[in-house]
């Protein structure tokens, strides 16, 4: 009678668990993040009496947090891959945003800005009346301080990625720390306290996975450990911080996500710490890179046939504004030790460079050229720079020619005059030099950091150059042809793109590549959605499912309570009868 009473027993008690868990997952139905529970009953062991093994009522093995662990690690991947997605489309809208800039009509802002630049030139050559040389010097720099300022906007982007980064490496090490603490709060709680405390990891777990790619590894014990790649970053109870680095790699500054302990380098591939480093060294250097050879052509294109002109005054003298380091100076302009011209992004090849000094009371002239071997053979035939043109040996060249003269000034600049009662106008320069050397240039500066017009070319625009040696003759709109028909020349450094072109293409790429990280973030936030539900059917609460659980834990409840009553009334007609 004994064994039969704790029958009843166990399943009031199995069925009033039952009731209070189902309850339980009622109250949280809309609790974001609560994993239903379910009771785990197993028949208690049978008792043997006599020949016969009888039942001894039922077990409450423990209470069970409904999951699906794989379903767990996909959808933290597609969190981290949505993520990643999201940022690159908003990281490139905004590039996209600054780079392909458009006025009311369209068209591109920095197009408009060397069509204007041409146009002035046009303008002039033109002889339009309304066009005087200070309009040509000012659309110069009205053109050069756009690319300076373009350039400033898109560099900006990287101090807003190295903001966010900082940010993203402390949320990260925050959240691991906090992983680390539940994974103690779990193993120290009982199976009741372990279940709400794995959903508050897991609501954790998929904040991380916003940040970087995770993947996780569940113990026994109820702990977690946590990957970034082979990287273990939380280990049960102990964790490794994490920060952002910089690191050089041959010459370049890298920005890497690192363990705080040892630096070791953690591969993240997803999430928003990857999509921003990403960024930061591809997109945002890119754009970087495309606006300084644009400037870097339009500077070098725009200076080499400027550098063949003249002024409509008589020149006796030029003085270049590249400065030659004084150990660069007896080294060829070729040689790989020469840092002054190594850095230039045009360096000068073999030519000739041709001049012409004309007599101020004849009018004659004489045309003389000095020739430039940059072909990095000695006069042997062998490898070599020993006999390869230098700026020493350009200015003994020049001094050697009749009515003409050159020194290098103690800051490290060519200056070429013309004799007395002479005056002093460039032919031709095939090689580059002049251009190199910063000689009757219109632009000063190697790319979009730092173009200009050049200084005493602003301070006094009546010294512009127009005049071009055209055919022998000289030409007053010479200069201003030349320069009009950059417009539509196809530069080879440029993918054969012209000036204008180059810009449009890049602004298409963009827009292309915006287009595409917006369809990859559609993408992986549909993978996220329909993995959010598959988890939901097993981890979600299903109202109707509840109340029909409460209904057979009721019936249970009342059945067992029946079943005690009749042992009840058993047992009084048992002892009425002794």
């Known amino acids: 009678m004994s064994g039969s009473f704790s029958i009843g027993r166990s399943g009031l008690a199995a069925s009033q668990l039952g009731m209070n868990i189902t309850g339980n997952n009622i109250a949280n139905a809309n609790t974001p993040g609560f994993s239903r529970q379910r009771v785990d009953l197993a028949p208690s062991a049978n008792q043997l009496q006599g020949r016969l093994r009888i039942g001894n009522g039922v077990d409450v093995q423990g209470i069970r947090r409904l999951t699906d662990q794989a379903l767990q690690q996909r959808l933290l991947a597609s969190t981290s891959a949505e993520s990643a997605a999201s940022t690159n489309s908003s990281l490139l809208g905004g590039i996209e945003e600054i780079a392909g800039k458009l006025d009311a009509q369209g068209r591109l802002e920095l197009n408009n800005e060397v069509n204007a630049f041409f146009d002035a030139w046009s303008s002039l050559g033109s002889n339009n009346p309304t066009t005087t040389r200070s309009t040509v010097v000012a659309r110069g720099s009205a053109l050069a301080s756009y690319l300076r300022t373009l350039r400033g906007q898109i560099n900006s982007q990287t101090g807003t990625i190295d903001a966010q980064l900082s940010a993203a490496a402390t949320s990260t090490d925050s959240l691991l720390r906090e992983v680390a603490r539940l994974n103690t709060q779990i193993v120290n709680a009982g199976s009741s306290a372990a279940a709400s405390l794995q959903d508050q990891r897991d609501g954790v777990l998929a904040k991380l996975a916003n940040l970087v790619d995770i993947t996780t590894a569940p113990q026994d014990n109820g702990t977690v450990n946590v990957y970034v790649g082979s990287t273990m970053l939380v280990d049960a109870g102990t964790y490794r911080g994490v920060k952002i680095d910089t690191r050089t790699v041959g010459t370049e500054q890298v920005v890497v996500l690192a363990t705080a302990d040892n630096g070791e380098v953690i591969g993240a591939k997803g999430g928003r710490v990857a999509a921003l480093l990403q960024q930061r060294g591809t997109s945002v250097q890119e754009a970087l890179d495309r606006l300084d050879r644009l400037a870097s052509e339009l500077i070098h294109e725009v200076n080499r046939v400027y550098s063949q002109g003249s002024a409509l005054t008589a020149v006796r003298s030029y003085t270049g504004a590249t400065r030659v380091a004084a150990p660069d100076r007896p080294l060829a302009f070729n040689d790989p030790t020469n840092a002054t011209f190594a850095a230039l992004t045009h360096r000068p090849t073999s030519g000739a460079i041709t001049l012409r000094v004309a007599s101020d009371s004849s009018g004659t002239f004489n045309d003389v050229n000095i020739p430039i071997d940059l072909n990095g053979?000695?006069?042997?035939?062998?490898?070599?720079?020993?006999?390869?043109?230098?700026?020493?040996?350009?200015?003994?060249?020049?001094?050697?020619?009749?009515?003409?003269?050159?020194?290098?000034?103690?800051?490290?600049?060519?200056?070429?005059?013309?004799?007395?009662?002479?005056?002093?106008?460039?032919?031709?320069?095939?090689?580059?030099?002049?251009?190199?050397?910063?000689?009757?240039?219109?632009?000063?500066?190697?790319?979009?950091?730092?173009?200009?017009?050049?200084?005493?070319?602003?301070?006094?625009?009546?010294?512009?150059?127009?005049?071009?040696?055209?055919?022998?003759?000289?030409?007053?709109?010479?200069?201003?042809?030349?320069?009009?028909?950059?417009?539509?020349?196809?530069?080879?450094?440029?993918?054969?793109?012209?000036?204008?072109?180059?810009?449009?293409?890049?602004?298409?790429?963009?827009?292309?590549?915006?287009?595409?990280?917006?369809?990859?973030?559609?993408?992986?936030?549909?993978?996220?959605?329909?993995?959010?539900?598959?988890?939901?059917?097993?981890?979600?609460?299903?109202?109707?499912?509840?109340?029909?659980?409460?209904?057979?834990?009721?019936?249970?409840?009342?059945?067992?309570?029946?079943?005690?009553?009749?042992?009840?009334?058993?047992?009084?007609?048992?002892?009425?009868?002794?």
Do not use: C
Not at 471 to 481: A, E, K, L, R, W
Not at 525 to 530: H, L
Not at 536 to 562: H, K, P
């Open 377 to 578: 053979l000695t006069n042997a035939g062998t490898p070599g720079f020993a006999d390869d043109t230098s700026l020493d040996d350009l200015a003994a060249a020049i001094n050697a020619l009749p009515n003409l003269s050159a020194t290098i000034t103690p800051e490290g600049q060519l200056r070429i005059n013309a004799a007395a009662g002479h005056t002093l106008s460039i032919v031709s320069d095939t090689s580059g030099v002049l251009t190199s050397l910063g000689i009757n240039t219109y632009f000063a500066g190697n790319d979009a950091s730092d173009i200009a017009v050049r200084s005493d070319l602003a301070a006094d625009p009546s010294t512009l150059s127009v005049r071009a040696i055209v055919g022998g003759i000289p030409t007053d709109n010479g200069v201003s042809n030349a320069i009009i028909g950059l417009r539509t020349k196809a530069i080879a450094n440029l993918q054969g793109n012209t000036l204008l072109g180059d810009w449009s293409a890049y602004a298409q790429e963009l827009g292309v590549q915006v287009a595409s990280a917006e369809t990859a973030t559609d993408t992986a936030n549909a993978v996220t959605e329909n993995l959010t539900s598959q988890l939901n059917a097993v981890s979600g609460v299903s109202l109707d499912e509840e109340a029909i659980n409460l209904v057979l834990f009721q019936t249970q409840y009342q059945a067992s309570a029946r079943y005690i009553s009749v042992l009840q009334q058993m047992t009084d007609t048992l002892m009425r009868m002794v």
